[in-house]
């Protein structure tokens, strides 16, 4: 399934690199997520980095058939490995189980602003239920990058 997310931030490309390269921040977006677990790594220089954010969260609200699948917690590795200030390989895999999505990131100048789209292929190799379960994980995937979203615009204005 693909699977494409738009945020918009009042800051420039370079600003908002710089926000994804804080640990502090990925962290910040995990318990705006109410994650019960999260760890955020950040190593980069210059104008590359590689993040890693494994996470635990909660299934609750998961549809019955989708719970068996994903058990009472859902653990999702988070990596992206940034090849300049504004493009990235993204990779967000459900370790043990059969669900990943691969893609990129991109932040792209906007007016004043930056324009960050998380695009890629969402798998899930599971018979019969597989396309269902891809909905569902790109509706989780598009909540959790609007708290991103929001979480972003209040670090970028200093709050």
Not at 12 to 34: I, K, T, W, Y
């Amino acid at each position: 399934m693909r699977f494409e997310h738009t945020l918009r931030y009042d800051a420039s490309p370079e600003e908002v690199f710089a926000m994804l390269g804080e640990a502090l921040f990925r962290e910040q977006v995990c318990e705006a997520q109410h994650v019960t677990e999260c760890t955020a790594e950040v190593e980069g220089a210059d104008h590359t980095m590689s993040v890693m954010v494994d996470q635990k969260r909660p299934s609750e609200g998961i549809p019955s058939f989708a719970k068996k699948f994903v058990g009472d917690t859902i653990h999702i590795r988070q990596r992206e490995e940034w090849s300049s200030a504004t493009d990235a390989v993204l990779d967000v895999a459900i370790p043990g189980k059969p669900g990943h999505l691969e893609g990129t990131i991109t932040l792209r100048p906007d007016g004043d602003g930056t324009v960050e789209t998380v695009a890629g292929e969402l798998k899930v190799g599971i018979p019969i239920v597989g396309g269902k379960i891809e909905v569902l994980i790109g509706e989780l995937l598009e909540h959790a990058l609007q708290t991103e979203e929001r979480v972003g615009k209040a670090w970028l204005a200093g709050r």
